[in-house]
Structures are given as C-alpha cells and as structure tokens.
C-alpha cells in the first residue's frame, strides 16, 4: 500500500489500545493493564522513515476532592520500588484545579483533567529489554505523600502510535 | 483512491458526516422553500425534523464526531461514528415527534408561532440553565476499545451531547420548525448556534440579538399589511377539478369522474391546511319533483354506503326544483345549485394509499322514490378557497 503521509504535516495518531471502564486512584499504589492492538492505519503503513512516536493519554481524570500529584510508570513489577525503575517513568501527572475542572462552570463542559505523555523512549527501552510483549500495557499510578484520603476517576487510559 | 485523497480522508473521519448534512441540506431544499402553513403527515413531519436537525445542528458535532473517532481503533472510527450519531440522534427525535404532533395543530403554521418560540428562545439564552447545556455540547466521555462497551461507550457519548444539545437550542429548533423549515430561518438558526458553538467563547451578547431579530422578523411578518395581502392573494379560489358535461340524474345510483385541472392542488391537498375545498354541483334543473339525493366521493361501485359514511359528501333536497326550473320574474331559470365543504372528507380520502389526484369520483345516490325522477346537472366543480375567501 502507497503511503499517504504527507511529510508536509504531522503524522496521523492511532489509538492501538484503551482501559474499557473507567477506574479509581487512590493514596495507595493503583495497577491497571489495557490490551494493545497491532496498528491498521497510518501507523502501520508510514514509510516516511521517521520514526514512529507513542503516546500515553490520561484522560478525563475527575474528583470531587483535592488529591496528590501521581507518578505514572509502565510494566512496573508489582510490589517494586520504583525509585529502582526510571527508565519505566512515563510522566507525573498533576492535580492542581482537578475539583474546578469536574464541574460545569460557566463554559467548562466538566472534561476533567486530561495529560498525554510521549512514552516512545520508555516503551523503545522496555522492548529491547524484553519486558514489554506489545500485546499489553500495565500502568501503575503512584501518589506521592498525602496527609488525607484522596480518590480521582481516571475515565481512560489509551496509547496512540503516531 | 489517491493517496493525497486518503491522508485527507483519514485526517477528516468526520467527512462522511459533513456529507450527510449536506445531503439534509439538498434534500429539505428540494423539498421546496416552504412557508409557514404547510401541514404534512406526522411521519412526513418527523422526516422533515430529522433532516432539519442534520443539516442544522450536526455541524455543531463535527468535533466531538472527530473524537469520537481518533478515540476509537482504526478499523472501528466508521462504527464510533454511526454510533455516536445515533445517540445523538435519538433525544432530538424525541423532540421532533413532539414537534410533529404540535405541527398538526393549526396555530403552528401561523408566523406567530415561530415568532413566539424565537421569542422564547432569546429569553432562554439568557439562563443559567441555557449556559451548562452550551458546555455540555463540549463534553468528552470515555470510549472503551472494543466489543459491546465500545458500542455502548458511543452511543452513550452521542447521546450525551445529543441531550445538551437540545436543551441549548430546543426553542430554536421548535421555531424553525414552525416556519415550515424555513430556509430564512433555518440560516439563522446556524447562523445563532455558530456565534455559541465554534468562538472559543461563546458570542452569546450577539447570538441573543440574532435570535431577537428573528423573533422580530417573524413579529412583523405576522402584523404587516403585506403578509395579509400575501394571505388574500393565496385565497383566491383554484379550480381542482371539474366536470362541464351536462348529466343527468335518475332513480339509480349515478357515478361521474371529476378530472383534475392543470395545476391542481388535489396532489398537495394534506400540505396545505389553511385551504377548505369546495365541490360544487350546479345548475340542478327538473320539470318535475324529484327525490332528494346523497352525495358520496369516491365510493367504490356496487358498495353499501352505510360502510362508507366517511365519503359522504352531502345532501340535495331537491324542494323547489320545479320552480327553480322554470323561473319566475325576478328569480332566472338557473336551477338549484348546492355546495358542500368536503375538506374533512377529502383529507380523509388523501391520506389513503389508493388515493389517486389525477381525479375524483362523484356518487349520487338517489332515496327511496316511486315515481319517475329526471333531473339534469349542469356541471360539478371541486375548488380550493380558504374561509372568508371569495
């Protein structure tokens, strides 16, 4: 197939996997893991030869409280330090205005707060490490300190190829 | 496919969405420029709205219909976006079966009523209320990958700015609706809905004076001289079928076809319901006393009419025939003549699926009479007038 990426403009993102429900993060470590699809679009075919980029999209993270910025690892073993694991960091991701950004006011639709991270290095190490099978995402949310119970809703979490 | 015409479809999931409101577009185009005082079936109704909707408001998607799409796997965009339109769809079609039934009352086809509701909507954009819908036309809801959830995930993201979207511009809609789908007012429906939708912020303080600019269009058009001129005009009586051929009537049944006139509105008859229709039948003459006859419209032959009550169309007491006939001085020898209005029976009769308007059958079925009966029509015309008109 005839590539139609126009090296003109930026690349076309595909969305390759996604969490199906929305879950909960809380003052604890939380773990949640998305099938990843092989890419069928633009990202499959791009021959352009520059090199293919992935993003990690948060999106429409809501909460009725005020809760501590999280740090967002990928294929984090479960139980680890992951002060012992940089290269699996993928972004922090922070709470400031997350209680505006739930509710309707004047013209904010209440989306909540939405964070997309570039993950390519992160998930280029993993592979070449053998710890990640392109098959599935583990993401682990870790809070930093919090002196009170806090709780968000993370709506998804999706990876685009781009 | 080109390839540059690929990267442009690819970067614009939502093409095939623009397509569609502009098909809407053609289609209530072609359906004529209408004006407030056309009455169409519930269904017809219903088609027109929906199309109305599309053409209108789904513009106003086109972003969310994007999301929609770049949040979906590749080889689902196509079905997120069918699902996100049906759930969008389906709260406005609620809306619309209500317009629909309100449209068959005959207050909606005045241009008071269009008036009133641009009116309603000018005060609404002023609400607290009006604003969180406005908002909510911009939410973005999580879509789940695959399977079931991710159908359901759509249409629940449809259907979620399908509901803001009517509660912002329900009045709207409801106005524009009641011009007829007005091409005047359905541009300045978008025209409104583009200054709150597409600025970044929303241009409400001239929305607002749109909207009251059209409810002052409406105002006017509803008071002004020339609209009542426009209205006298349409009163004029048309000729929808006629039948100049001298016939006669006798003891038995009498069965005679009404062709319908070039330009006849007999095809139209359930889109036009500020219109009445007329048959008459004219220059009845007899030598002497004749029996009093039932007039029936498209009976079918050889039926009981006892079933067929709703083809009635009339009664002819033939009293005073004989003097009719023969004229005195003062009084010219033109007969009896009788006229009936046979709106009811003949919107009754058009919305029947063997309704033919090319032309109409006229029965005339005699009582019972022992004597020998011989009376001579002149001619039976069906005209279309409005009430009050000449």
């Not at chain 1, 950004?101 to 639709?109: L, T």
């Not at chain 2, 083809?311 to 009084?331: D, L, Q, V």
Request: proline share 9%.
């Amino acid at each position: 197939m005839q590539s139609p990426h126009d090296p003109n403009q930026p690349p076309i993102p595909e969305m390759v996997g996604a969490t199906s429900e929305p879950f909960l993060i809380r003052e604890a470590p939380t773990f949640i893991s998305f099938d990843v699809h092989a890419p069928t679009g633009p990202a499959l075919i791009r021959d352009d030869r520059t090199p293919r980029t992935a993003h990690l999209g948060i999106e429409n993270i809501t909460g009725k409280v005020d809760v501590p910025p999280f740090a967002v690892y990928l294929n984090l073993p479960e139980g680890s330090d992951p002060a012992r694991h940089p290269f699996r960091y993928a972004g922090s991701l922070p709470m400031f205005g997350i209680v505006e950004m739930s509710q309707v006011r004047g013209h904010h639709p209440a989306n909540g707060l939405t964070y997309r991270f570039d993950v390519t290095n992160v998930l280029l190490r993993l592979a070449v490490l053998k710890e990640w099978d392109a098959r599935t995402l583990r993401v682990t949310f870790i809070p930093e300190p919090w002196p009170q119970a806090a709780e968000a809703q993370v709506g998804r979490v999706s990876l685009y190829f781009q | 496919m080109t390839p540059r015409l690929r990267q442009f479809l690819w970067r614009h999931p939502e093409w095939w969405t623009v397509l569609l409101c502009g098909a809407a577009w053609v289609t209530l185009l072609a359906a004529g420029w209408q004006h407030a005082g056309h009455q169409m079936p519930v269904m017809t109704e219903i088609w027109h709205w929906m199309l109305m909707v599309l053409a209108m408001m789904a513009p106003f998607t086109l972003d969310r219909v994007r999301v929609a799409a770049e949040a979906s796997l590749w080889a689902r965009r196509n079905r997120a976006i069918a699902g996100f339109l049906a759930g969008y769809l389906a709260p406005w079609l609620g809306v619309g079966v209500v317009a629909a039934w309100l449209r068959q009352e005959s207050w909606t086809h005045s241009y008071a009523a269009p008036a009133s509701f641009f009116a309603i909507a000018a005060v609404w954009m002023a609400t607290t209320l009006h604003t969180r819908a406005l908002a909510g036309c911009h939410r973005r809801c999580p879509l789940a990958p695959v399977g079931w959830r991710a159908d359901r995930d759509c249409l629940r993201f449809g259907g979620t700015i399908g509901i803001a979207c009517v509660a912002s511009c329900w009045p709207l809609m409801l106005a524009c609706a009641f011009t007829g789908h007005s091409v005047i007012a359905m541009a300045g429906g978008m025209a409104v809905s583009a200054m709150e939708r597409w600025p970044y912020r929303p241009r409400q303080r001239e929305a607002w004076q749109a909207t009251a600019a059209l409810a002052g269009i409406y105002v006017v058009l509803a008071i002004l001289p020339s609209a009542t001129a426009f209205a006298e005009q349409a009163s004029k009586p048309v000729i929808a079928a006629v039948n100049s051929t001298p016939f006669t009537l006798g003891a038995k049944a009498t069965h005679i076809s009404l062709p319908a006139s070039k330009n006849s509105p007999l095809p139209h008859i359930n889109h036009r319901p500020e219109k009445r229709y007329f048959l008459g039948i004219e220059n009845l003459r007899s030598e002497v006393d004749s029996p009093a006859f039932a007039v029936y419209l498209n009976l079918p032959p050889d039926s009981d009419i006892a079933k067929y009550s709703h083809h009635f169309a009339g009664h002819m007491p033939m009293f005073g025939i004989r003097e009719a006939t023969r004229g005195k001085p003062g009084f010219p020898k033109t007969g009896l003549t009788y006229r009936f209005d046979v709106t009811n029976a003949l919107r009754r009769l058009a919305s029947q699926p063997k309704w033919d308007p090319a032309q109409l059958r006229v029965s005339f079925i005699t009582e019972r009479w022992e004597g020998n009966t011989e009376v001579r029509v002149g001619q039976v015309v069906l005209v279309e007038s409005v009430p009050g008109g000449q």
